[in-house]
């Protein structure tokens, strides 16, 4: 694929940034009563307000333009095909089909993938009836009250924001708990309130080799065999969820207790597998099948709709923009909904991990700015917190509002105060407050406050709004988001699928683990990094 920078809609693009560069979104509210409507787009429960972004029609046009010149539609059916686009690990990129509930078949290497998807499906089903009605019991023949996941990235996060987001739509007698860090604080404070007896775990790991699910896993063990009557009780109390069978049965746990998935799904794609077991066992099947349902739809929405009209396309093309032509450092995720405190989190992983890459497909440096940085907290806590850099620092930070109508809480006004609070960020965020309108407020004297008083507005947000958050409203925003990401990395040349950074680290972590272990930094270390494994070691020694 030919340079970013070097292809024409490019040049055009940049050309028009240049002829807008004084646009102000107020000035552009003012004089057309129509902008809103015009750049509002609907898809799968969703809508997305992107006018108070500083785009035009013309802006419009020729990011379309960017993205026919980048070949977004022959990547996205490739995709939806099979094809091996990821192309650094040689394999296809299937999530699409964990959750094709026409059950259209999927073809990878003679064999339709939709056979493996559905038999997994079926087994989560049944399991999951097992569990919710108490038929499955613990080693002393209670039902389980607590299920444990024990996974890291993509084999945690998404379970974790999803068990969060639809906690209205959870088992009452079900506990659901997350064990990720390898920090032994993590497990011995989740694992301190809970009884072993009805207590199952869920190991989750695409690989079964990451260290620090294997450490918690067999940290998991050794606390529940301290309690259970044997060995055999095992097989009550822990299932897997991975690729790797032989490592599954390596570890001790029953393959019949195992949820297979596929090396073709990535593990931050991965919810919608088998690693999405335990949000399963914590709203029911049902409710799982919506959550596929609503990102089914959005898939549908991504796969046909045209480019013009096309959300996820617009979203990536207008992040695009914002971030390498309107100059923002960063993009803020503001959920005004508690139930979604987890998706700012959820998302740095799909989104930094997917698009943080510094080299093309073709292994060519990137001369352009790659995926942003992605940060975000619930709605209103943000806004007593880091808001006031969004409003008045000098660094441009381009917003999604997420905003449901209905709330599963519909305490006296709170629900109309989140609301306002949120469509008040963004308007003051588009508006600002001029010098005419501070001076209008100032007292007589105060003359040094005017320009601490002033806002430039003419910031960038997007609003996606939604009846109310539900395993189908859910669903299909988080695929916006997948669908999203992949099609910033078509435009920006990379690679959204591997994620050979984590790597370098991990190795390091081997002879500085083994070094610790023994007592004694080797002498391979570099100067900082010795002196400060000496110290580390010298405290651990002292009374
Ligand atoms: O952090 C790297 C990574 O490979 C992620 O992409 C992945 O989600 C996570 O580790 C966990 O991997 P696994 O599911 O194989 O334990």
Redesign the pocket.
């Known amino acids: 694929m030919p340079a970013l920078d070097t292809t024409k809609s490019w040049q055009d693009l940049s050309a028009h940034a240049g002829r807008i560069e004084n646009m102000h979104l107020r000035d552009e509210f003012a004089s057309d009563p129509d902008r809103a409507q015009r750049f509002t787009f609907e898809a799968a429960g969703l809508v997305a307000d992107l006018s108070k972004n500083r785009i035009t029609d013309e802006t419009l046009k020729l990011l379309g333009g960017l993205a026919r010149e980048r070949c977004v539609e022959d990547w996205r059916d490739r995709m939806f095909k099979g094809e091996r686009i990821n192309i650094t690990e040689n394999r296809s990129v299937l999530h699409i089909a964990l959750r094709n509930c026409e059950d259209r078949p999927i073809i990878v290497d003679g064999v339709n993938v939709m056979d493996g998807v559905d038999a997994v499906l079926k087994k989560m089903m049944v399991f999951c009836h097992q569990i919710r009605s108490g038929e499955w019991m613990g080693y002393d023949g209670r039902p389980m009250t607590d299920i444990v996941n024990i996974?890291?990235?993509?084999?945690?996060?998404g379970p974790v924001m999803v068990t969060e987001a639809l906690k209205p739509y959870a088992h009452k007698r079900i506990k659901t708990h997350f064990i990720s860090n390898v920090d032994g604080t993590h497990a011995a404070e989740i694992l301190k309130p809970l009884n072993p007896a009805t207590t199952l775990f869920i190991i989750?790991?695409?690989?079964?080799?990451?260290q620090?699910?294997i450490a918690n896993a067999m940290t998991a063990r050794d606390w529940f065999l301290a309690k259970a009557p044997n060995q055999q009780a095992v097989a009550r109390h822990f299932v897997a969820l991975?690729?790797n069978t032989k490592a599954v049965a390596e570890f001790g746990i029953d393959t019949d207790n195992m949820f297979e998935f596929w090396d073709w799904v990535?593990?931050?794609y991965?919810l919608w597998s088998a690693?999405g077991l335990s949000i399963a066992l914590t709203i029911g099947f049902e409710d799982f099948e919506n959550l596929l349902e609503g990102a089914f739809d959005m898939d549908e929405h991504f796969r046909l709709a045209p480019l013009e009209s096309n959300l996820p396309v617009l979203l990536a093309l207008l992040g695009v923009w914002n971030a390498n032509l309107q100059g923002c450092t960063a993009h803020a995720v503001l959920p005004y909904d508690q139930y979604l405190h987890r998706l700012p989190a959820y998302l740095q992983?799909l989104d930094m991990?997917s698009n943080g890459k510094g080299v093309t497909l073709d292994g060519v440096a990137c001369a352009w700015q790659t995926g942003p940085i992605i940060f975000g907290e619930p709605g209103t806590n943000g806004q007593h917190s880091f808001h006031q850099l969004i409003h008045q620092g000098t660094r441009k930070i381009s917003c999604d509002f997420i905003l449901p109508a209905i709330s599963h809480n519909p305490l006296g006004e709170h629900h109309l105060m989140l609301m306002a609070n949120a469509l008040a960020q963004t308007q003051a965020l588009m508006l600002g407050k001029n010098e005419a309108e501070v001076r209008a407020e100032l007292k007589p004297g105060d003359e040094a406050l005017l320009t601490h008083k002033m806002f430039s507005g003419n910031r960038p947000t997007t609003t996606i709004a939604m009846k109310q958050l539900t395993p189908s409203t859910l669903g299909a925003l988080i695929a916006l988001y997948e669908h999203k990401v992949f099609v910033q990395g078509i435009i920006w040349g990379v690679n959204s699928f591997d994620?050979w950074g984590?790597e370098l680290g991990?190795q390091l972590a081997k002879p500085i683990l083994a070094e610790l272990k023994a007592g004694k930094p080797g002498d391979a270390q570099d100067a900082s990094t010795k002196a400060l494994m000496a110290r580390l070691l010298a405290w651990r020694k002292e009374p």
Request: zero cysteines; a neutral charge; hydrophobic letters at 20%.
């Open positions: 996974g890291i990235g993509g084999s945690d996060l989750a790991s695409k690989t079964f080799t990451t620090e699910t991975s690729t990535g593990g931050r991965s690693i992983q991990e994620q984590v991990k």
